[in-house]
């Protein structure tokens, strides 16, 4: 049986500018299959780059990026890490900020979160941390000398994650999340020609 947790929608939040990396407060986001409507990185489909190798830059692949997540906990331990007062979610370009679920970047890949007025969103995986956001603290503390290379260790399995939209509806801050995780699977690869495996 799958385990579930529960969290809360913080902020929801959006990216309209293409060239901007910060997002901004909604009191409320539509979310169709293309991801969040309005958003930058919505669509059903995104060109292929530096995170899928395995095609040529710039081929159409499905979207599963379509939404970026992040949690207060996690911010608040890379405030500390970097020695900020803050680290908003809007500082990373982020779409959701969710609390009560402390290691949200661990969770696996196809995660199922449900949210009150029918939207399910699919994790696809971690958010690697990249210099983009800490160039978008450096912004906000020109202070703070060589933040955006700090940023990169301190937001290591802390940045959140990404994911898409496997049914439509409508997020608010302050909504009820119920976390589906996946069952565990243990594969492990046949040691001889039709022999079972040890898993490792």
Same mark, same amino acid.
Request: proline content about 8%; glycine content about 10%.
């Given at each position: 049986?799958?385990?579930?947790?529960? !969290?809360?929608? *913080?902020?929801?939040?959006?990216?309209?500018?293409?060239?901007?990396?910060?997002?901004?407060?909604?009191?409320?986001?539509? %979310?169709?299959?293309?991801?969040?409507?309005?958003?930058?990185?919505? =669509?059903?489909?995104?060109?292929?780059?530096?995170?899928?190798?395995?095609?040529?830059?710039?081929?159409?692949? #499905?979207?599963? #990026?379509?939404?970026?997540? *992040? /949690?207060?906990?996690?911010?608040?331990?890379?405030?500390?890490?970097? =020695?900020?007062?803050?680290?908003?979610? !809007?500082?990373?370009?982020?779409?959701? @900020?969710?609390?009560?679920?402390?290691?949200?970047?661990?969770?696996?890949?196809?995660?199922?979160?449900?949210?009150? @007025?029918?939207?399910?969103?699919? *994790? @696809?995986?971690?958010?690697?941390?990249?210099?983009?956001? =800490?160039?978008?603290?450096?912004?906000?503390?020109?202070?703070?000398?060589?933040?955006? &290379?700090?940023?990169?260790?301190?937001?290591?399995?802390?940045?959140?994650? *990404?994911?898409?939209?496997? #049914?439509? =509806?409508?997020?608010?801050?302050?909504?009820?999340?119920? %976390?589906?995780?996946?069952?565990?699977?243990?594969? &492990?690869?046949?040691?001889?020609?039709? /022999?079972?495996?040890? &898993?490792?």
């Amino acid at each position: 049986m799958a385990m579930q947790l529960t !969290a809360r929608t *913080v902020r929801v939040l959006i990216g309209a500018e293409p060239k901007n990396h910060v997002t901004r407060d909604m009191p409320e986001v539509k %979310v169709g299959f293309e991801g969040f409507v309005g958003d930058r990185h919505s =669509g059903l489909t995104r060109k292929a780059d530096v995170r899928t190798p395995w095609f040529p830059k710039g081929t159409l692949v #499905r979207n599963t #990026r379509q939404v970026s997540l *992040v /949690s207060t906990e996690e911010l608040a331990l890379m405030a500390e890490a970097l =020695g900020l007062p803050q680290v908003l979610a !809007a500082w990373l370009g982020a779409n959701l @900020e969710l609390a009560g679920v402390p290691g949200l970047t661990q969770l696996p890949p196809g995660t199922r979160l449900f949210f009150p @007025e029918d939207v399910a969103l699919v *994790v @696809e995986g971690e958010n690697e941390p990249c210099r983009k956001a =800490g160039r978008a603290l450096e912004a906000h503390h020109p202070e703070q000398a060589g933040l955006a &290379s700090r940023f990169v260790k301190a937001a290591h399995h802390r940045r959140g994650l *990404v994911g898409w939209v496997e #049914r439509p =509806g409508v997020i608010r801050p302050g909504d009820k999340v119920k %976390v589906m995780l996946p069952p565990t699977v243990a594969y &492990s690869l046949p040691t001889e020609p039709g /022999s079972v495996g040890q &898993s490792t």
